[in-house]
């Protein structure tokens, strides 16, 4: 109707406003959809519905989440009150790198400052702005927008005939792109809130699975090891994240990330110790390995990410075992060349290791040879941490499944699924050490 040419521009205008192309068109389309026998009451009810549940704007939360090397990024939390209710809708993450592509210190000041503009913005000018907006009515509030930074930062033309490119411009865009984004994203998440994790396993799967049996994502935070010179033996300290119904898995990961990056910027080596990696992972500066689980032990907890009733982040590590494993003599020189430990010593040392750390729950490449990992299953099973921590093995095979065969034996048992008709049996490769 909008676009009809015989529309007078006052009409056109009027239904742009009040959003009742869209309304009506929606609740026609519903009608058509369901074929109720009384239609006519069925849009009525559609219509007063509508009206009173409207998505109306409350508030911009901003925050910085990443300063590091040339790449900032910041959330925009957007909270819209919709059928009484007051709370975040939607979480926008915006990642922004420095104009002149440099991560010195010049470049992260100016760059800090930049996302801090952005922000300042939104929590007070935008909020002021669009204070009890009716989101509903998208086109409304883009014009507002549209309206807001034409006057607060008119185009500027260059001598050439090019729109000048001024810092409170490059803030504006920004603002601009992170407050139209959550917006949208906001107000659909009023209309429906499902479960991502829900979906995902759905589609994963074809059926709905309990979260502990999702793939959990690992990222590597510290490297270290004999390989890179690092006074830390254990080559990678891995931050794992678990898939929660509670919990933003993204959101956990840079409140994380940020608690790692103040807790580096504090330390005596300073960003200059903790160089970071191509992968987004840091040079381990650390003295010991207790000093280097302390950065991530006080990044979880600083993030309130763990509750009682959920572990979401935990740590894993990566022993490198074969850099500290003398195979002469059959010793391990995990304390210096005075303390030598043979694999049941080792295994020993784990266990109470484990016990210091409770949030390890991964342990890679522990031994370099067959008696540790024989020893390990069982002493883990003894102190009740089979339960809550798993260990890999990779370097011992060296990927050879001839190395595999020597030291294991393969036995298989079928089992049958009762819940997949039609599919038959499963069988089971069960390894026995």
């Known amino acids: ?59 911009f939360e901003c925050e910085e989440t990443l300063i590091s090397g040339k790449y900032s990024s910041f959330q925009a939390h957007i909270f819209i009150d919709y059928a009484g209710e007051v709370k975040s809708r939607h979480t926008h993450t915006y990642t922004y790198e420095s104009e002149d592509g440099g991560d010195g210190e010049e470049a992260q000041n100016a760059l800090r400052e930049r996302v801090a503009g952005a922000m300042q913005m939104i929590n007070n000018d935008i909020n002021s702005l669009l204070n009890g907006a009716d989101l509903s009515l998208i086109k409304k509030t883009d014009l507002q927008l549209k309206k807001f930074f034409d006057e607060k930062y008119p185009s500027q ?47 994963l799967t074809g059926s709905n699975v309990e979260l502990s049996g999702m793939t959990k994502l690992m990222f590597t935070v510290l490297n270290g090891g004999k390989s890179v010179s690092s006074k830390v033996k254990f080559s990678k300290i891995y931050l794992i994240l678990g898939a929660s119904k509670e919990v933003s898995v993204i959101n956990s990961f840079l409140k994380i990330q940020k608690a790692i990056v103040t807790s580096i910027n504090s330390s005596k080596q300073g960003t200059n110790g903790f160089k970071m990696g191509a992968d987004g992972s840091y040079f381990n500066a650390c003295d010991s390995i207790p000093e280097a689980l302390k950065i991530l032990e006080d990044a979880i907890k600083n993030s309130n990410v763990n509750t009682d009733q959920e572990t979401v982040a935990s740590i894993g590590i990566n022993c490198e075992s074969e850099s500290f494993y003398n195979a002469e003599t059959n010793k391990y020189d995990m304390e210096g060349p005075k ?42 099973q003894e102190h009740s941490l089979d339960k809550t921590v798993s260990f890999g093995v990779k370097n011992f095979y060296q990927g050879k499944l001839e190395k595999l065969k020597e030291f294991t034996e393969y036995f298989e048992k079928e089992q049958e699924d009762d819940e997949a008709e039609g599919e038959g049996d499963k069988v089971i490769i069960l390894l026995n050490w």
């Open 339 to 380: 303390n030598l430990f043979e694999p049941g010593q080792m295994a020993d040392w784990y266990i109470k290791f484990l016990g210091d750390h409770p949030l390890i729950t991964y342990i890679e490449d522990p031994f370099s040879e067959i008696t540790g990992y024989q020893m390990f299953p069982e002493k883990l």
């Open 157 to 203: 033309q260059t001598e050439e005939g090019e729109e000048a490119k001024g810092e409170g411009q490059s803030i504006g865009k920004i603002v601009l792109r992170v407050v139209s984004e959550a917006i949208v994203h906001g107000v659909a998440k009023c209309y429906q809130n499902d479960n991502m994790f829900d979906n995902y396993s759905n589609l």
């Open 1 to 59: 109707m909008t676009d009809h040419p015989l529309t007078p521009d006052p009409v056109k205008k009027y239904l742009q406003e009040q959003n009742l192309e869209v309304v009506m068109n929606t609740g026609i389309n519903k009608i058509l959809r369901e074929k109720p026998a009384d239609a006519l009451s069925a849009l009525a009810v559609y219509l007063t519905s509508n009206a009173e549940k409207k998505p109306v704007f409350s508030k």
